[in-house]
């Protein structure tokens, strides 16, 4: 059994394409803050009149919360569904499951995904937010190589008593990191295209209706993508997802993904640590060799 600081960096750290960042837009950076801060456990990494830069380790960057007063909500359009928190073991989302229900902090709902159990969260801008552990990936795969994925009840009173009383949730762990994104998309022939035939991303699921699971070194999924909702947010400025960071294990990847997309008349910039790009959704994603 592969556990903890080990098993993150088999999916997370080593030779996987996936999700490192993230920036969303916000009509109140106060409340939002103290949201991340105390109900999220994160660490204040920067901060401004605007913008403020969350991180758990204290080191590198992982959500950012940029202030607009005069953005409208986004609402039930397409853009975020919600980005998903992944912590090290069960232990940590038995303390973090504690930490909710001591706070009486609102979930809006929770499941056992058979790859995974999960926490399901709305923040004060109703952003949503997945808290996770996966189980052993031992377990992922049936018999014939396929991966399995459901959902169903999530054994409240097992996850509650896997930590020790004494464990007490007072931060996101260092080894938390954002185990994956998951989009409402105006179309998956489009998603797939981008995020499959340019990106690099593999199809590691897709026996949910109107949804498709895309992941890494067969990692259950990095990035999610559905079409539930299809609505398009207004033309204005809105809350939710501004951008996100894909990173790479090699240059090699990165120039691949690049050719693919200018061959499908993507745009492509060069920027000072990577190269930017827009979805067809019009979500800004950025390309950068892993550090």
């Not at 803050?33 to 080191?59: A, C, E, H, P, R």
């Not at 056992?112 to 949503?128: M, R």
């Not at 050719?259 to 745009?267: P, S, T």
């Amino acid at each position: 059994m592969i556990e903890g600081g080990d098993y993150m960096d088999k999916y997370h750290e080593k030779e996987v394409i996936k999700i490192s960042e993230i920036e969303l837009v916000v009509n109140n950076l106060s409340i939002m803050m103290d949201y991340y801060t105390k109900s999220l456990g994160f660490q204040l990494l920067k901060i401004d009149d605007q913008k403020i830069i969350l991180s758990v380790d204290g080191i590198n960057p992982m959500i950012t919360l940029i202030e607009n007063q005069k953005a409208v909500s986004r609402g039930q359009t397409i853009g975020l569904y919600h980005f998903a928190l992944l912590l090290p073991s069960r232990a940590e989302l038995s303390k973090f499951l504690r930490h909710v229900i001591k706070n009486q902090i609102p979930i809006s709902g929770a499941a056992d995904h058979g790859v995974s159990e999960a926490i399901y969260l709305q923040d004060p801008e109703n952003n949503g937010i997945e808290v996770y552990s996966d189980r052993d990936d031992s377990t992922w795969y049936d018999e014939f190589g396929s991966l399995v994925m459901y959902t169903q009840e999530l054994d409240y009173s097992g996850v509650y008593y896997e930590a020790k009383e004494s464990d007490i949730f007072i931060t996101l762990p260092n080894k938390t990191t954002l185990g994956h994104l998951h989009l409402s998309v105006s179309s998956l022939d489009k998603a797939r295209k981008f995020y499959i035939d340019a990106i690099g991303f593999d199809v590691s699921f897709d026996g949910i209706p109107s949804a498709l699971f895309a992941g890494s070194k067969r990692y259950h999924h990095h990035l999610g993508l559905n079409t539930w909702v299809t609505k398009k947010p207004k033309s204005q400025p809105t809350t939710g997802l501004k951008s996100f960071v894909i990173t790479y294990p090699e240059c090699e990847e990165i120039y691949s993904a690049m050719k693919k997309l200018e061959a499908n008349n993507y745009i492509i910039k060069e920027i000072e640590n990577g190269y930017q790009t827009t979805d067809f959704d019009g979500n800004t994603v950025y390309l950068q060799l892993k550090p």
